[in-house]
């Protein structure tokens, strides 16, 4: 009975064994000055239960100040929070006072605390321990006496260990841990809420009501909903404005959910992203290829020698051979297959003509020492990539086994 007054009394709707747990947790931490971090995807509802918390505790009738700490700039958000002096910085032109000094008494809801820079996040961690803080361009220590309830959307522990929040304010804000169930955890309350938010918007646009049919109501069980509660009450309102059937079908259900079918979203195939790689990876596919192309080589002359130089049978024998040659030598048009193979020429020795008709001169030849370097092979492998797929960076990138963007430093790097 008192989760179900707590319900009344915030407007939250659902008998999910999941919410009435986070409710039950709330209710019971709000008497107490502990911090909370309220964890939960995004339109999950974060902000009602810090209004839970707060209007449950003594200090409800102190400031409720809530606070997006994604949405102010990084040079902004220390004077936002902790004030400024007269002078400070450029347009500082009078004192002013910072949310922990208006909320004195009372508290404030930092919303998307892991997008806190770290220097903020030292100064909120001397908050939580000691009640004290510096205002941006003074040296006189303030005291405040607010509780903070901290809310995100992402694993906050998790950018504790890639070093973008601090372990220390993790386990001060972490003090009690709340965490809001997605709807997809929560499908039983999915038609719930949809009636209420539909009955609401036909009140607010003088609309009949809606109804939903059968297989109306298993399409918004069965939807992932990725917006949560948000989104279900942006899809109610719309089908209450443009909808002009007020008995809702399946069909016309999905003329306002998006598409399934693929999903946009990254996925993580492991822990190590594909550009720690990129640079390892590049010079192996050099190596290889130049290992591949020296033993085919070595496989042709085999071959020529073999046919004492017969071209048309070297040419039967090797079309794998010969077709990569096409590929990767531009000859001149109408001269594809003008393939030209010099043979030795035969001693002309009055003396030994009639019993060395097989010997030949050997001709020195000027011997042309190969670059061995990584970064001419590296580029030279690009050129090729562009080359093939007419210059189009995405299908080089993918035959070249790199990124796009890798592939465009490579290239801005290379000169190319």
Wanted: charged fraction near 25%; charge should be neutral.
């Amino acid at each position: 009975m008192y989760t179900q007054n707590i319900k009344q009394r915030f407007g939250i709707i659902g008998n999910s064994p999941l919410l009435n747990r986070a409710i039950d947790i709330a209710s019971q931490v709000a008497p107490t000055d502990m911090s909370v971090l309220i964890t939960g995807e995004s339109g999950s509802g974060k902000e009602v239960f810090s209004q839970i918390i707060h209007q449950m505790s003594a200090r409800k009738h102190g400031a409720f100040i809530a606070v997006n700490c994604g949405a102010i700039p990084e040079g902004t958000i220390d004077s936002e929070l902790f004030g400024h002096e007269k002078g400070s910085f450029t347009g500082a032109h009078e004192a002013r006072k910072g949310y922990f000094e208006v909320a004195n008494g009372g508290t404030i809801f930092l919303d998307e605390v892991a997008e806190l820079p770290l220097g903020t996040q030292a100064r909120l961690l001397r908050i939580l321990e000691s009640g004290e803080y510096l205002r941006v361009g003074s040296s006189k220590v303030q005291k405040t006496d607010v509780r903070i309830i901290a809310a995100t959307n992402v694993d906050v522990y998790n950018r504790v260990k890639n070093g973008k929040f601090r372990e220390d304010l993790y386990y001060r804000l972490n003090t009690v841990p709340l965490r809001i169930p997605a709807l997809q955890e929560r499908k039983e309350d999915i038609y719930l809420l949809f009636r209420k938010f539909a009955a609401d918007f036909s009140d607010k646009y003088r609309s009949p009501a809606l109804h939903l049919e059968p297989d109306a109501i298993q399409i918004l069980t069965n939807y992932s909903w990725p917006g949560n509660v948000r989104q279900l009450k942006n899809i109610a309102e719309q089908i209450c404005v443009l909808e002009k059937d007020r008995n809702v079908t399946g069909q016309a259900i999905l003329n306002y959910i998006p598409n399934e079918a693929g999903s946009n979203l990254p996925m993580a195939i492991n822990s190590q992203s594909k550009e720690d790689f990129t640079e390892r990876d590049i010079l192996y596919k050099v190596l290889f290829d130049m290992k591949k192309d020296m033993v085919e080589l070595k496989k042709l002359v085999a071959e020529i020698i073999q046919h004492g130089g017969n071209t048309a049978t070297v040419l039967a024998d090797n079309p794998q051979y010969i077709n990569q040659l096409y590929r990767d030598v531009e000859l001149p048009v109408g001269q594809e297959h003008a393939f030209t193979i010099q043979h030795p020429t035969p001693v002309n020795n009055n003396v030994n003509n009639n019993n060395n008709n097989n010997d030949y001169f050997a001709h020195e030849a000027e011997e042309v020492e190969e670059s061995l370097s990584l970064v001419d092979k590296e580029s030279d492998l690009i050129k090729k990539a562009l080359k093939k797929h007419k210059g189009k960076r995405k299908f080089a990138a993918q035959e070249l086994g790199i990124s796009e963007r890798t592939l465009y430093r490579k290239i801005k790097e290379l000169n190319l």
